[in-house]
């Protein structure tokens, strides 16, 4: 058993190295093909705090939790109030002394980092606005089934949470990643770099027919991710060009794969003929989410067993 991940914490994709995620993905792919899972959190309890919606995230999380013998305590936002009722400092430090583990769903990272300051068990990031790395853990077992780790990626939406995960774990995992982001949403300066110090090439901006010319991933989010919702019309606007239609299909490839992190919404970023389509694999991403959130829990704790 791999034991690089005993006790750690996964705030971001790039607290992972190439190492890390080829065993999580080797970990999943073996407890996906054999049906069975170990016990490493009998006798344990995770909690799983939502400062903001999920259906995929903390269903996924949930049943792995309880998979691998754990039990899971959902949080909710209007419960736990997060820096409001009491600081998030105190939050971790009060949930440090009943929990053997942390799954969060919060707004700001840095919220995220103050948690695990505070709480000695690991705490793992469940989405924040700044990354998604569960969700893309997933996306590259998803990739790795259905077209090979020399597939190249096309990103086309909102370069936010999951755009950023996506940038890192390209700079880890030395695959190409191409960005087709409307000006005025490309990701933050700080990522790009922090992407280059991971060993990226430039990581630039792609025309779409450029992009899609010899793609073999077509991968898209909500141009109107949780909180933005005021902004949906201009967001409507601005990334119109970008949806993933049966129009936009005919500039890539017929073997390329659309992907998308889900909840789509229909009609947006990607269009029902699309999403329900021949080319689409959404429906396997999301079921990878349990898959590799399970192999991640079982790094995390089992080589702490015994
Ligand atoms: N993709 C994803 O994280 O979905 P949820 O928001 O439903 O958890
Ligand atoms: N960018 C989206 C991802 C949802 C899984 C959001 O933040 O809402």
């Given at each position: 058993m791999y034991s690089g991940l005993a006790g750690?914490?996964?705030l971001s994709i790039a607290d992972l190295t190439r190492e890390d995620i080829e065993a999580v993905l080797a970990c999943a792919a073996e407890q996906k093909l054999s049906g069975t899972s170990p016990?490493?959190?009998e006798g344990k309890s995770v909690g799983m705090i939502f400062q903001r919606p999920s259906n995929r995230t903390r269903v996924s999380f949930e049943v792995a939790i309880h998979q691998l013998g754990g039990h899971p305590i959902p949080l909710f936002s209007q419960e736990i109030q997060?820096?409001?009722?009491?600081?998030?400092?105190?939050?971790?430090?009060?949930?440090?002394r009943y929990l053997d583990g942390i799954v969060a769903r919060v707004y700001n990272q840095s919220d995220l980092e103050g948690m695990a300051a505070s709480a000695g068990a690991p705490v793992i990031n469940a989405m924040t606005d700044d990354e998604h790395p569960c969700q893309v853990l997933a996306d590259l077992l998803t990739i790795r089934e259905h077209a090979g780790d020399e597939a190249v990626v096309t990103y086309l939406g909102d370069g936010n949470n999951v755009c950023n995960s996506w940038i890192l774990a390209a700079a880890i995992m030395g695959f190409e990643l191409r960005l087709v982001i409307p000006e005025g949403?490309?990701?933050r300066h700080a990522v790009l770099k922090r992407a280059e110090a991971l060993g990226a090439t430039e990581t630039r901006m792609w025309p779409v027919n450029t992009a899609l010319a010899d793609t073999d991933i077509i991968y898209t989010d909500v141009w109107t991710s949780m909180g933005q919702e005021?902004?949906?019309?201009?967001?409507?606007?601005?990334f119109a060009e970008l949806q993933v239609n049966e129009e936009l299909l005919k500039l890539a490839p017929g073997s390329a794969r659309v992907m998308h992190c889900l909840p789509a919404h229909r009609g947006e970023e990607i269009t029902d003929e699309v999403i329900d389509g021949a080319q689409s694999i959404v429906f396997d991403q999301a079921e990878n989410r349990l898959h590799v959130q399970k192999a991640l829990l079982t790094l995390i704790y089992a080589p702490l067993v015994g």
């Open positions: 750690r914490d996964v016990r490493p959190l997060l820096g409001e009722r009491e600081s998030v400092a105190d939050i971790g430090r009060i949930l440090d949403y490309e990701p005021q902004e949906r019309e201009r967001r409507r606007r601005d």
